[in-house]
């Protein structure tokens, strides 16, 4: 069975620092790995995903996340952080052929001035 | 603009009564799914469908129906709730290519309060 972990259930940083969102994964084989994002109210949108390949991921809104094998990790990261980045983070996890995908619990972002 | 719509936005119900929770898609994906969302607990599979059709069971299905007569509709059905089910109800799609399922798209979401 797959699993996600991300362990930081809340993560406060100041603006324009730079940002750092930990997963990891449980997985047998070569995951598909998602990161997504959640505004207050709002649904689920994808930032970036990895299916293969390059192992550094480019996304929407200036993130980026790194596939690391041997650590079974998919960190987002961010070089400087805006007030509109403030939201709920999700790290999910599936497989080639498998419908259905794992979630992390989210970790949600605060940004100060 | 190409989408998920779920209906309706937000419910308070009373326990016992029966509840149908609408989700539809115009992206003509093949798979669907229902989560609901706890605190604490994040997202969590309730049922899924692969295509119309065919659906099956996902982390917590108890307490819950879904059926998928066409492609673009996909609704949750709670025969008879209880407080318990009190969360806030994702509906979702994916696309299926080569037997890769794709990012799932995720629709507005429904709150439902259970009294």
């Known amino acids: 069975a797959q699993s996600v972990t991300q362990p930081d259930i809340h993560i406060t940083v100041s603006e324009g620092a730079s940002l750092e969102l930990r997963c990891n994964y449980s997985y047998g084989a070569t995951p598909y790995l998602f990161w997504y994002v959640q505004s207050p109210g709002q649904g689920l949108q994808l930032l970036l995903k990895?299916?293969?390949?390059?192992?550094l991921v480019q996304g929407i809104k200036g993130f980026e996340a790194e596939f690391k094998r041997s650590q079974s990790s998919f960190n987002l990261r961010k070089p400087s952080v805006h007030w509109s980045d403030a939201a709920e983070y999700f790290c999910?996890?599936?497989?080639?052929?498998?419908?259905?995908?794992?979630f992390g619990i989210g970790t949600k972002l605060q940004v100060i001035p | 603009i190409a989408g998920i719509t779920q209906a309706p936005t937000s419910q308070i119900l009373a326990a016992g009564r029966r509840m149908t929770l609408r989700c539809t898609q115009d992206?003509?994906?093949?798979?669907m799914y229902w989560y609901r969302q706890d605190l604490g607990l994040g997202l969590r599979l309730i049922h899924y469908s692969n295509t119309a059709g065919t659906t099956g069971k996902g982390e917590v299905p108890d307490g819950y129906s879904v059926s998928r007569a066409n492609t673009d509709d996909f609704p949750l059905t709670l025969a008879s709730a209880v407080p318990s089910q009190t969360s806030v109800y994702f509906c979702a799609s994916s696309d299926e290519v080569g037997g890769t399922y794709n990012e799932q798209f995720f629709g507005p979401g429904t709150r439902l309060t259970v009294l």
């Open positions: 992206m003509r994906h093949n798979a």
């Open positions: 999910a996890v599936g497989a080639r052929g498998y419908q259905k995908v794992t």
């Open positions: 990895y299916f293969s390949g390059d192992t």
